[in-house]
């Protein structure tokens, strides 16, 4: 029996997903109509979860919470990102093999560069946090040879991890990787400068602030959450509160990422400025 292809996106807790209608409109700019369905997958079991899916002739499928490390683990090749990372966001499977991409660090690039016409290049970035997200997006800012990028996170350890894991890449980049304890951060003597902080923890999700000094705010800095919402997230709220203008949210990385694993399926690059004003 011949199965048509789906496509879909595997995560636990999937309802809120937006992919389905971001991939569904995309399909519809190049006439098709693509099967792209939500999978709630149980959270010990996404290898089955990953099988069954394959053998419905799952061609493609996105990545998100928590399984963007076990799905590395069980793929047969990396793109280059998803093997820094450790972690991946798109799934293809072809001849019966899978391949994982990670295309959260480019989709961010694109979005900080096209949409908000931020040029990373010398720059000196604070990302905040030292999860999944920011595993996913330091190999992409640091390919943008910014002068710096220093990782401040609660359990410093972790910080290291994300030192080590791209110390290479960031010498290759002329860039300087570093980690802070956020004590340090604070310390009063010590005054740090950043062109743009991105905040790659999950803060805002529960309405929380990282402790932040707020002599790290000027004028001339851009701040991006990766979360996204209707309203400003507490993050951009308080950026704004100290004197931050350029505020971004991370809806256009959601967009610009699903359009990469969209290209990487289907060999085209859809349009993301409409879905991303729809859903904006
Ligand atoms: P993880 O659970 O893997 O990591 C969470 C990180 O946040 C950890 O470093 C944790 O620190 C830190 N953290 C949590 N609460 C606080 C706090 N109150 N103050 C300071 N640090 C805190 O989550 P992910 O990395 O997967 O996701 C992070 C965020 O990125 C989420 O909001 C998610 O929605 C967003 N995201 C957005 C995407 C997009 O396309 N726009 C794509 C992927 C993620 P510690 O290690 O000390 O616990």
């Not at 693509?34 to 493609?60: C, E, M, Q, T, W």
């Not at 920011?134 to 040879?145: D, K």
């Not at 791209?166 to 980690?179: G, R």
Request: hydrophobic share 40%; proline share 4%.
């Amino acid at each position: 029996m011949h199965l048509s292809p789906i496509y879909g996106v595997m995560g636990n807790p999937i309802a809120h997903s937006k992919s389905p209608l971001i991939h569904a409109h995309f399909a519809q700019q190049i006439g098709l109509s693509i099967n792209y369905a939500k999978i709630l997958v149980p959270l010990d079991d996404f290898a089955h979860g990953l099988r069954s899916f394959i053998n419905k002739n799952g061609l493609g499928a996105n990545v998100t919470t928590p399984f963007k490390e076990q799905a590395a683990s069980l793929c047969d090749d990396l793109s280059e990102f998803a093997s820094l990372a450790g972690a991946v966001n798109t799934l293809s499977i072809k001849e019966n093999k899978i391949y994982g991409d990670n295309t959260d660090g480019p989709g961010l690039i694109c979005d900080l560069k096209y949409r908000h016409k931020i040029n990373l290049k010398d720059k000196k970035i604070l990302i905040i946090g030292a999860g999944g997200a920011a595993r996913g997006i330091i190999g992409a800012l640091l390919s943008e040879y910014p002068q710096s990028v220093t990782i401040v996170n609660r359990t410093l350890s972790k910080a290291h991890d994300l030192c080590a894991v791209f110390n290479d890449l960031a010498q290759h980049k002329q860039a300087s990787l570093a980690c802070l304890s956020f004590e340090q951060l604070n310390n009063p003597d010590q005054k740090y400068t950043y062109d743009l902080i991105i905040n790659a923890s999950s803060s805002s999700l529960h309405g929380d602030l990282p402790k932040l000094p707020v002599n790290l705010f000027h004028a001339d800095m851009s701040v991006y959450d990766l979360m996204y919402s209707s309203d400003l997230t507490s993050f951009l709220q308080f950026c704004r509160e100290h004197n931050v203008h350029k505020l971004y949210d991370g809806l256009g990385m959601l967009v610009e990422q699903a359009a990469l694993s969209f290209e990487i399926w289907l060999g085209v690059k859809p349009d993301t400025a409409e879905i991303y004003k729809l859903l904006r």
